[in-house]
């Protein structure tokens, strides 16, 4: 194994264990945190044990110093005194496994290329995926086998919106599995579904990052990764509103992007409207078991009416969500008509506080809810066009992008289910996980998410969710995720039992975090890597695809108009 220089000794006036221990600096040598180190003991009877570790405080100070004022007097020569220098470091690993500390004066080495890997577990990775560069500019990786199901699967991503680059972190998790080799024949057939809610930044995966310099490139080469953006992907977008022919809501892009909506008669036959209350309120409120009585009632009354997804009720045509609501609310507040759909005695008021609700999802969902479009068209979110699915949901109200998650989750869901096998892998990426998937009330999103957190390992739906505060989404999505990672948080955040995997110093230097550095923690090693990842190589506002979007494709392009925000990189 290669070994770096020297860079002190084993301290003696602290106590050294076989899981940690203290390193006194040589004059001249410097240690900064996430530095890999080792030392070896000769154990009688087993040979050399080496003993790897992390650096995880470092700290100076004048020994002699007795007063804090002496300080002045040792600067100016007039009191002697030494500058001394100590780190702390976490062991990783031991090997072979004799548990023994390290002795006092043991010399400590920064590690080399071979002892770097055997400290962090790399050298028994088979499957290697590279998720970012260490401070000291050499890869880290993250085992692909707690990704894909085999020993694990599920991402957690925690940090303050806008700082943390939860989403920038994301997407180049995905690019380094399609195209580390990790996948292997699977490549072409693995997909990824990535839900977009803040403004058209995916929207250009699949175009050069103009802003890309030598530098970056440099970076992903180190990585062993190609320096270009996706390959295939495929943007769904909700309906312009108002508009008679469903064109995709996209402003900056033309190509590769295909509207998306639900017709009366899937509304009906699927029975979706529980996901009209897809709330956790919804869940709590007296109403939730009406819901389901009228979802049944549709799907058995509902007929097609021509082409369009129209359907008629009880001899009256719905060609709007609307129309449907209307006709709800006439039947239910009829006394002749409303045990019929209810199937029970119900109290007036639960069915006022069900139609209160149902209206105020008019507005919200009337764009993609429809049976007035002149032709029943290929309308529905599917992942078979391209390696990479997005999902635009920025255009929609809150109300309108849950009913879009749930929905989408389900049908990708139940489709794996019917497959049979987990490959090939399907990622899901989610953002503002604790708005789907609240710790507290229960909704028919959370039941899918929960669904996917504990089932989905074995049907190959592996789930990349991103939250500003992993201590308000459910617990059991964020237990069941085999890799954790954290951004810039919040200090009260950071103080939360959710992230007890950060040890204390660490948690210190997340609340400073400079935007493109993370902490990911993985069930091999046992402290967290402090992970810097590279500057996108595709797309991450439209301005960076000027020299891959068609100069026809903005009519407005030229005129004055408010700057893109620049990502933190």
């Known amino acids: 194994m290669a070994t770096g220089e020297a860079v002190g000794r084993v301290l003696g006036t602290q106590a050294a264990s076989p899981l940690s221990f203290w390193v006194g600096l040589e004059p001249g040598k ?75 004066g043991a010399k400590v080495f920064l590690a080399g290329a071979g002892d770097r890997d055997q400290a962090l577990y790399f050298d028994v990775m088979d499957r290697r995926v590279p998720m970012g560069m260490g401070r000291d500019g050499l890869p880290l990786y993250v085992n692909f086998d707690f990704l894909d199901g085999t020993r694990g699967a599920h991402v957690s991503i925690s940090g303050v919106s806008g700082v943390a680059t939860k989403t920038s972190f994301a997407t180049f998790l995905l690019y380094s599995i399609f195209n580390s080799g990790v996948l292997d024949a699977e490549s072409a057939n693995t997909k990824a579904l990535i839900f977009s809610v803040k403004g058209e930044d995916l929207l250009f995966l699949d175009h050069d990052n103009v802003r890309l310099d030598d530098g970056a490139r440099a970076a992903y080469a180190r990585l062993g990764l190609p320096a270009q953006p996706f390959g295939s992907v495929h943007v769904f977008a909700p309906p312009r509103p108002g508009d008679p022919n469903g064109v995709p809501h996209v402003s900056a892009r ?45 799907k058995s009354w509902a007929e097609p009416v021509g082409d369009g997804g129209a359907v008629m009720i009880r001899g009256t045509a719905c060609r709007t969500f609307g129309d449907l609501v209307e006709l709800l609310s006439d039947e239910l507040q009829d006394e002749a008509t409303r045990i019929e759909w209810t199937g029970a005695q119900t109290p007036l008021g639960t069915v006022n506080a069900f139609l209160r609700r149902l209206r105020s999802a008019v507005k919200p969902l009337s764009p993609i809810v429809r049976g007035d479009l002149p032709f029943f068209r290929a309308h529905s979110v599917r992942t078979s066009d391209a390696q990479v699915t997005i999902v635009d949901l920025h255009n929609l109200p809150e109300r309108a992008q849950r009913f879009v998650v749930g929905v989408v989750l389900r049908g990708e869901f139940h489709r794996k289910e019917t497959s049979g096998t987990a490959k090939p892998l399907l990622f899901v990426v989610l953002d503002e996980l604790n708005k789907y998937a609240p710790r507290e009330g229960d909704s028919p999103i959370k039941e899918i998410l929960l669904d996917v957190a504990e089932r989905g390992r074995s049907l190959g739906v592996i789930l990349i969710g991103a939250q500003q505060t992993a201590s308000e989404v459910e617990r059991r999505i964020v237990s069941n995720s085999a890799v954790r990672v954290a951004g810039r948080l919040d200090p009260a955040e950071a103080a939360r039992s959710e992230y007890g995997w950060l040890p204390p110093a660490v948690r210190e230097r997340a609340t400073i975090a400079k935007p493109g550095t993370m902490f990911v923690a993985q069930p091999e090693i046992p402290v967290p890597l402090a992970v810097a990842f590279p500057f996108p190589a595709w797309a991450t506002r439209p301005a960076e695809a000027a020299s891959r979007v068609s100069p026809s494709a903005d009519p407005f392009q030229g005129l004055p108009g408010v700057e893109d925000d620049i990502p933190p990189f």
Do not use: K, M, N
């Open 254 to 298: 033309t190509q590769g992007v295909s509207s998306f909506y639900w017709t009366l008669v899937e509304l009906c036959e699927e029975e979706l409207l529980r996901f009209v209350f897809a709330d956790a309120d919804d869940e709590r409120a007296g109403y939730s078991l009406l819901v389901g009585q009228v979802a049944a009632r549709l």
């Open 30 to 104: 410097v240690l900064q945190l996430d530095d890999v180190v080792v030392t070896r003991r000769d154990v009688p009877g087993h040979g050399p044990v080496l003993v790897a570790g992390v650096v995880t405080t470092v700290e100076a100070r004048h020994e002699g110093a007795a007063y804090d004022s002496d300080v002045f007097l040792i600067a100016e020569g007039a009191l002697p005194a030494a500058v001394v220098e100590v780190a702390e470091v976490r062991v990783t690993r031991v090997e072979p496994e004799v548990f023994v500390p390290p002795l006092p």
